[in-house]
Structure formats: structure tokens, C-alpha cells
């Protein structure tokens, strides 16, 4: 029996190829992230920094350093901020780090992080000096979000993401049909039933490429 008309080698290379494609988009969405919060952040445009690194840290994905590398830079954008006496921005910077590790906290981080809790620590500190305000919201943290809400809008293609998700369906029907139908009891490939259903996987796995890619 061929290795490749084994029905475990199809399924462990779905896998692999699913890995590659969201471990790619997490790499080059958090990398592109976090050199725009750099860019910013050269320029003095420190809310639009945040923002950016916020949505960095939010790219996990195993071996992607950049989330980490964010969050680093918004602990250090959070400590200059407030030195500067910027108390309101410094606070927007650790208030995102801690929602950002929350948010990305995997199933076996358990509740909390060291990071988070000390984001956490920095947040009680500030809040504690700040003095009161009769300012109903923080304008700086209000620019930041509508920046996102504009960002939001303009970034997300519904058509796109439409593709990604009937590629997706389609990709995993194929697979599931050529699977079933395409191989004999003793696991032996049928081409001329598994054909039909294969090349809709292909397709379907295409779609849901580049749905990943422009979405």
C-alpha cells in the first residue's frame, strides 16, 4: 500500500497546511502592527502607537515574536507617557496591555499572566494618583477608539470574508467526502471517486487562502 493512499497522511497534511496559513497571517498581520506603532511612535504620535500595538498583541500565534515585542513596547511607551506626565495616555497604554493579554490568554495560561498583573498593578497605582476630572471621558482614549472603529470599517472586507468562510465549509466537505467515499475498506485510494470531491477541497482550501489573505 502507497503511504500517500493512507487516509491518517491526508489529514495530518490538512493540518500542516492550516498551521501554515493562520501561523503566516498572525506573523505578517502582528509584524506590520508593530512596525507601524513604531513608526508612530517616532513621530510623536503616541495614541496612534498604542492602537497599533494593542492590535499586535493580539496576533498570537506560536513562535510569532512580535505580540511579545508589542507589548514590551507599549510597557515602555506606558512608562515615558507617564514620566512626561501624561497620566491619562500612560493609563490608555497599560489598560491595553492588560486587555491584550487577556484577550490572547491560551486555555493553559490559567486566569492571569505576569505581564497582566503587573499592568494591572501599574493601572491601580495611577488611578489612585490621578487626580479627579471633571471631564466626562478621556479624550486621548477617545480618539484612540474611534481611530480603531475607522480602522475596523475600513480593514475588514465583508465579500473577503465571506470567501474565507465558504472556502472554509468547502474545504472541509471535500475533505470529508474524499475521505469517506475515496478509499476502500482496506485504505486504499479510489481516484475516480475521491477525484470530484478532492478538487473541490482544493478549491475550497484556495478560497479560504485567500479569504485569509484580503479579508
Same mark, same amino acid.
Given at each position: 500500500?502507497?503511504?500517500?493512499?493512507?487516509?491518517?497522511?491526508?489529514?495530518?497534511?490538512?493540518?500542516?497546511?492550516?498551521?501554515?496559513?493562520?501561523?503566516?497571517?498572525?506573523?505578517?498581520?502582528?509584524?506590520?502592527?508593530?512596525?507601524?506603532?513604531?513608526?508612530?511612535?517616532?513621530?510623536?504620535?503616541?495614541?496612534?502607537?498604542?492602537?497599533?500595538?494593542?492590535?499586535?498583541?493580539?496576533?498570537? =500565534?506560536?513562535?510569532?515574536?512580535?505580540?511579545?515585542?508589542?507589548?514590551?513596547?507599549?510597557?515602555?511607551?506606558?512608562?515615558?507617557?507617564?514620566?512626561?506626565?501624561?497620566?491619562?495616555?500612560?493609563?490608555? +497604554?497599560?489598560?491595553?496591555? /492588560?486587555?491584550?493579554?487577556? +484577550?490572547?490568554?491560551? =486555555?493553559? +495560561?490559567?486566569?492571569?499572566?505576569?505581564?497582566?498583573?503587573?499592568?494591572?498593578?501599574?493601572?491601580?497605582?495611577?488611578?489612585?494618583?490621578?487626580?479627579?476630572?471633571?471631564?466626562?471621558?478621556?479624550?486621548?482614549?477617545?480618539?484612540?477608539?474611534?481611530?480603531?472603529? +475607522?480602522?475596523?470599517?475600513?480593514?475588514?472586507?465583508?465579500?473577503?470574508?465571506?470567501?474565507?468562510?465558504?472556502?472554509? /465549509?468547502?474545504?472541509?466537505?471535500?475533505?470529508?467526502?474524499?475521505?469517506?467515499?475515496? =478509499?476502500?475498506?482496506?485504505?486504499?485510494?479510489?481516484?475516480?471517486?475521491?477525484?470530484?470531491?478532492?478538487?473541490?477541497?482544493?478549491?475550497?482550501?484556495?478560497? =479560504?487562502?485567500?479569504?485569509?489573505?484580503?479579508?
Amino acid at each position: 500500500m502507497r503511504r500517500f493512499d493512507r487516509p491518517w497522511v491526508w489529514a495530518l497534511g490538512t493540518v500542516v497546511v492550516l498551521g501554515l496559513v493562520l501561523g503566516g497571517r498572525s506573523w505578517n498581520t502582528a509584524r506590520h502592527e508593530w512596525a507601524s506603532g513604531q513608526a508612530a511612535e517616532a513621530d510623536g504620535r503616541d495614541a496612534a502607537a498604542i492602537g497599533h500595538y494593542r492590535r499586535a498583541m493580539r496576533w498570537t =500565534f506560536p513562535l510569532n515574536a512580535y505580540p511579545d515585542r508589542a507589548a514590551t513596547a507599549l510597557e515602555s511607551v506606558a512608562l515615558r507617557l507617564e514620566a512626561n506626565g501624561d497620566v491619562h495616555s500612560a493609563l490608555l +497604554a497599560w489598560r491595553s496591555v /492588560a486587555g491584550s493579554e487577556a +484577550a490572547t490568554r491560551s =486555555f493553559w +495560561a490559567g486566569s492571569s499572566s505576569e505581564r497582566r498583573d503587573r499592568a494591572l498593578a501599574q493601572i491601580e497605582r495611577l488611578v489612585a494618583q490621578r487626580p479627579a476630572s471633571p471631564a466626562a471621558s478621556d479624550p486621548g482614549q477617545d480618539a484612540v477608539r474611534t481611530t480603531d472603529r +475607522a480602522r475596523s470599517r475600513a480593514s475588514v472586507s465583508l465579500a473577503w470574508a465571506w470567501v474565507l468562510l465558504l472556502g472554509f /465549509a468547502v474545504w472541509l466537505a471535500g475533505l470529508w467526502l474524499t475521505v469517506t467515499r475515496g =478509499f476502500d475498506p482496506s485504505g486504499r485510494l479510489r481516484w475516480t471517486e475521491a477525484r470530484t470531491p478532492f478538487t473541490g477541497a482544493v478549491l475550497g482550501l484556495a478560497a =479560504f487562502v485567500l479569504g485569509m489573505l484580503f479579508a
